[in-house]
């Protein structure tokens, strides 16, 4: 799609930087720029930058840059175009139509095309007399036709190609079932059901389409390896950026979101009334679902199982969900049952009940540090004490410190002054390990320029005045018809500054304006990243006209030495292809 440059300049107008990203990372002004926490990469320390005067943003951590569009696509896996499709459509403004490539896009509305008839299916098999088997095992676990019918559930039958023939009589291809992944190849070649015998659960993403399938067998049918069959990462699904039932829970979770376990918890609570409630697909809840909920809700409630497994599932949410600016709650239920089995034999109000009770995440931790300690004798309350030191030396909060100090000390019978200087010990190895971590990245950075210019061992100083040229025709785009007859871009040093440059000629060869939006569609994103440190660069200081000819000079300097090393190196054969090549031009 040609999308003139004024549409993409009134695009990016009515979608501020600043607010967008906000909605994924809270942001703090630091001088004219603003920080936050990577909403692309788990950290605890921000790294990332958003520069609302030239409406960019880079994180010194991932490497990731661009500006408002590239973002929109990074955070919601769209392409160029598809963010510039979704940003107009936010703020009103009408795209042109023309002949734009958009096969990708076809890819995708065909994939969303199988899973609906998918579903469909699936669905019309669980209330056929065949299917009774899966009517019979939703109705044991408590769900209503009303709620079957609500949730698209259905079930796959004990077939190897059901599902095939009846998307090939709807007119899908084999190749584009592969690409849902409805169906699999062996490895002879040929092709079968991926679902085979199993309660079928759609995956609905937030713009309500059906992006995928979880398909679970049957209770005792040890042959279908495996309990439940999850949807692979298709060109519409990616499970750590999906949220079980966040197409219903979005719109009832503006004070708060449950965090279960699994598909069947979801649905019993939804069913009782609950219906803000997601879970995560088949995997570690990720820092992805982690910034999808923070844009809909104030708090979390974390409510997993009460195993090891559980535990752990809540230190790890709890970790990723620090960096959202979510409030974390959690909830301990009884005996170790899971949330669809407690309200099943409890009901909705002693949930309720539950639910009310939620303690913050510190109280959870400090109740779990109790556990298998005895609490009766001297010894086990201060080891107990000493581990609830440690977890109260963690927040940053004062406050949050200074009341739990006081809970403990009050409860134990300890000193007040003799409890605090033990956090108070701790929190200093704390920021010990914390500045030993910082120095060690700056030592071995997790993301450098070698990274994402590899060509920069070959010539540090080359690559240093091409970024050096780059960033002073940014700031100072007239300079350009002074260097333009000298510095050709097959001038320079590495290809990626090479790219960039060529862009950048070709706009100010047309008197355009330098924008973002220009190289992000030719650009890998750490490669606008690199482009978005040089656009925020001051490399010219007072007399960058004066710094932009010494690079020049600096840069063609390096390409003849460049040259003349690779022809030392060439063999006799190539050395004479690149003689004949000079008199050639010379005659």
């Not at 950048?504 to 924008?515: I, K, P, T, V, W």
Request: hydrophobic share 35%; charged share 25%; net charge neutral.
């Amino acid at each position: 799609m040609a999308i003139p440059e004024e549409v993409i300049n009134e695009i990016k107008y009515r979608n501020d930087i600043e607010t967008v990203i906000s909605q994924y990372s809270v942001l703090k002004r630091r001088g004219k720029n603003l920080v936050g926490l990577c909403p692309f990469h788990s950290e605890k320390t921000p790294s990332f930058t958003v520069y609302p005067e030239n409406g960019s943003f880079y994180c010194f951590g991932c490497g990731v840059g661009g500006d408002v569009i590239t973002f929109t696509g990074l955070i919601e896996n769209l392409d160029y175009v598809e963010s510039i499709k979704l940003l107009a459509e936010r703020s009103n403004i009408q795209l042109p139509q023309d002949g734009y490539d958009n096969s990708f896009q076809k890819v995708k509305n065909t994939v969303y095309d199988i899973n609906r008839e998918t579903a469909r299916f699936f669905h019309n098999y669980l209330m056929s007399d065949e299917g009774k088997w899966a009517l019979e095992y939703y109705q044991k676990r408590g769900l209503s036709l009303k709620t079957i019918k609500h949730f698209g559930l259905g079930a796959a039958p004990d077939s190897w190609d059901a599902l095939i023939n009846h998307l090939k009589s709807k007119g899908f291809t084999i190749s584009d079932m592969v690409t849902a992944n409805v169906v699999g190849v062996s490895q002879r070649g040929s092709y079968y059901d991926r679902f085979r015998k199993r309660a079928m659960f759609p995956i609905i993403n937030i713009r309500g389409n059906i992006v995928g399938f979880s398909g679970r067998a049957m209770p005792g049918d040890d042959k279908q390896g495996g309990k439940y069959v999850n949807t692979a990462d298709t060109p519409v699904y990616k499970k750590s950026e999906n949220l079980f039932g966040i197409n219903y829970a979005k719109n009832f979770c503006s004070e708060q979101m449950i965090l279960v376990e699994g598909n069947m918890d979801v649905i019993s609570l939804h069913q009782a009334g609950f219906e803000n409630v997601v879970a995560p697909l088949g995997t570690a809840f990720t820092t992805e679902q982690a910034n999808l909920i923070a844009r809909y809700t104030k708090e979390i409630v974390l409510m997993l199982d009460a195993d090891a497994a559980g535990q752990k599932a809540i230190r790890r949410a709890e970790e990723i969900l620090r960096n959202t600016g979510l409030t974390v709650r959690v909830v301990s239920i009884p005996n170790g049952k899971d949330p669809d089995e407690y309200i099943k034999t409890q009901g909705p109000e002693r949930f309720k009940a539950l639910l009310e009770g939620a303690v913050s995440n510190m109280e959870y931790k400090l109740l779990m540090a109790a556990q298998g300690l005895d609490l009766t004798n001297d010894d086990g309350r201060l080891k107990y004490l000493n581990i609830s030191a440690e977890i109260i030396a963690a927040t940053d909060d004062v406050m949050e410190r200074d009341i739990y100090i006081g809970r403990l000390c009050d409860k134990y019978g300890v000193s007040r002054t003799a409890f605090t200087a033990k956090v108070d010990e701790f929190r200093k190895k704390n920021i010990r390990a914390v500045k030993k971590a910082e120095i060690n990245d700056v030592i071995h950075p997790k993301f450098s320029k070698d990274d994402v210019n590899p060509e920069r061992r070959n010539s540090v100083k080359g690559t240093a005045a091409e970024e050096t040229v780059i960033s002073i025709l940014w700031q100072h785009p007239d300079f350009y018809g002074e260097i333009k007859e000298t510095l050709t871009p097959d001038k320079m040093v590495t290809s990626l500054n090479r790219r960039i440059y060529e862009i950048m000629c070709e706009a100010l060869s047309e008197s355009r304006a330098l924008d973002i939006s220009l190289f992000a569609q030719k650009l890998l994103p750490a490669e606008v990243g690199h482009l978005v440190i040089l656009q925020n660069a001051d490399k010219g200081g007072n007399v960058p006209k004066t710094v932009l000819k010494d690079c020049v000079k600096v840069i063609l300097e390096e390409k003849e030495r460049l040259n003349t090393q690779n022809s030392a190196e060439a063999s006799v054969e190539d050395w004479a292809a690149q003689l004949q090549s000079i008199i050639d031009k010379k005659k």
